[in-house]
Structures are given as structure tokens and as C-alpha cells.
């Protein structure tokens, strides 16, 4: 699976953001995709994530609210929509598929796309 993310930039506080991320290569093997991030000098985290198939989302309690992820399955794409962007959200977020079995597991990662707030 190769996944590319695209859409960020940099944006006041209060702004708003839409990533995307495209899937290609065997993707049958994954049902759910998700969207991380990571800060410099700080561990990367989960934002938020999807069973493709089942609609189960998740998001981290400090993006619960602002941020909507979704998927367009036809186009093996997943979005991820950014509002009320806080400068806390600046990072490299990272587009991720992976298996959900009772726990979400991430076998592939996208290259990243630098999201800045100010």
C-alpha cells in the first residue's frame, strides 16, 4: 500500500485545513486508515481514524470537534477536515492504513505533510 498525503500549509489560528490522502497498490488488506501526527521534540500521536468498512471513528480528545475525518472509498481516498486550527496543532500529520482487529493496528505510512498554525 502506498499512501500520499497533500493539503497542508500553513494557516492563522481559527483557520481551517482539508488533508488528503491517497491510497494505491493492494489495499484489500487494510480496513481502516487514520491520521497522525507529530510535533517536533514530541511523540507522534493518533488524531483520528476510521474502520473503512464498519464507520467506527475515532479522534483525540483534543481535536474532538474541530477535526472530521472521512473516506471516499471509489477513490481510495481519505480526508481529513482541520477547523478552528489552534497553534498546538502545528506538526508533520501523517496518513496511515492498517487493520482493525479489536485495536487499531498501522502497517503503512504516508511521507507527511507539514500543517504550521500561527
Known amino acids: 500500500v502506498q499512501l500520499v498525503e497533500s493539503g497542508g500549509g500553513s494557516v492563522q489560528a481559527g483557520g481551517s485545513l482539508r488533508l488528503s490522502c491517497a491510497a494505491s497498490?493492494?489495499?484489500?488488506?487494510?480496513?481502516?486508515m487514520g491520521w497522525f501526527r507529530q510535533a517536533p521534540g514530541k511523540e507522534r500521536e493518533t488524531v483520528a481514524a476510521?474502520?473503512?468498512?464498519?464507520?467506527?471513528?475515532y479522534y483525540a480528545d483534543s481535536v474532538n470537534g474541530r477535526f472530521t475525518i472521512s473516506q471516499d472509498n471509489s477513490k481510495k481516498m481519505v480526508y481529513l477536515q482541520m477547523n478552528s486550527l489552534k497553534p498546538e496543532d502545528t506538526a508533520v500529520y501523517y496518513c496511515?492504513?492498517?487493520?482493525?482487529?479489536?485495536?487499531?493496528?498501522?502497517?503503512?505510512w504516508g511521507q507527511g505533510t507539514q500543517v504550521t498554525v500561527s
Open positions: 497498490g493492494y489495499t484489500d488488506g487494510s480496513d481502516c
Open positions: 496511515a492504513a492498517g487493520k482493525f482487529g479489536g485495536s487499531w493496528s498501522w502497517g503503512f
Open positions: 476510521i474502520h473503512t468498512g464498519q464507520g467506527i471513528e
